[in-house]
């Protein structure tokens, strides 16, 4: 027991010595414009050691800009949870409604945030609430799907107790529907919040907005490789803890 616990903390930190050589080693060889893990340290760590400077509105610590980011992220998340769960158990209860509106969803769902970046543009004239929009219309929907699916697979044993007792509509839907159907949702929730931190980064880049995706396209544009790599990293660092965390509320709401 003391074995596995102590090779679950010791093979990350493995993993992560292995990738930082394999991009030691790029560096030296294949891509020298690359900065080694070392030089990106020494480039970047002032945003990282004063995580909440501000000397402008494009040249702040990695944390002020990370917290920008998340903001944009938590409006856009919400509204996409707010939207879609009720839309999920509507198009799980109802045949006619998923006839008629599941071709619709299919269309929409595939669609690139970079082409409903600018529709948003169009729509609220404002970089702010149009990145809002764009991602909860794109994050919205692994929710939907996931929260209609777990409606159509709760087993007619459950629904034919809640008949037998009598249950108002009101009732199914909180003591029998809603319960049987958490998991599925809270998958979709996990998904939903990754697409969701994807798409402000993309947000950002296109519209120069203050925030991870706004600094690591000016980096890109001033040619400073280092913070390139450091926005790259924070990136998948808040993404990696973003989905651990809604993994515990999951954890939580399961065990209540």
């Known amino acids: 027991m003391k074995d596995s616990k102590l090779m679950a903390v010791v093979l990350p930190f493995v993993g992560v010595a ?12 294949v891509a020298p414009d690359l900065p080694s893990p070392l030089r990106t340290w020494e480039e970047s760590k002032d945003y990282v050691l004063r995580p909440f400077f501000k000397d402008g509105e494009m040249n702040q610590g990695i944390g002020r800009f990370a917290l920008l980011s998340l903001v944009r992220v938590a409006k856009g998340f919400l509204l996409a949870v707010a939207i879609g769960t009720p839309l999920g158990f509507v198009l799980g209860l109802s045949r006619t409604f998923q006839r008629a509106f599941d071709p619709l969803i299919q269309i929409l769902r595939p669609i690139s945030p970079l082409a409903w970046l600018p529709l948003g543009l169009i729509i609220f004239q404002s970089s702010e609430p149009a990145a809002v929009f764009t ?64 798409v402000i980064v993309a947000s950002e880049m296109l519209t120069g ?14 040619l400073v490789y280092s913070h390139i790599l450091l926005s790259i990293v924070t990136i998948g660092v808040i993404g990696f803890a973003l989905d651990r965390l809604m993994g515990v509320v999951e954890r939580r709401f399961q065990t209540a």
């Open 135 to 198: 991602i909860a219309l794109c994050a919205m929907w692994p929710t939907v799907i996931n929260t209609a699916v777990g409606v159509r697979n709760i087993s007619p044993d459950y629904l034919n107790v809640g008949r037998v007792l009598r249950l108002s509509r009101a009732r199914m839907l909180r003591k029998i529907i809603i319960p049987a159907t958490l998991p599925y949702v809270f998958t979709g929730f996990r998904l939903s919040l990754g697409i969701a931190w994807l």
């Open 209 to 222: 907005a203050p925030g991870i995706g706004g600094f690591l396209w000016q980096e890109y544009n001033s």
């Open 18 to 29: 292995l990738c930082l050589l394999a991009w030691a080693a790029l560096s030296r060889t």
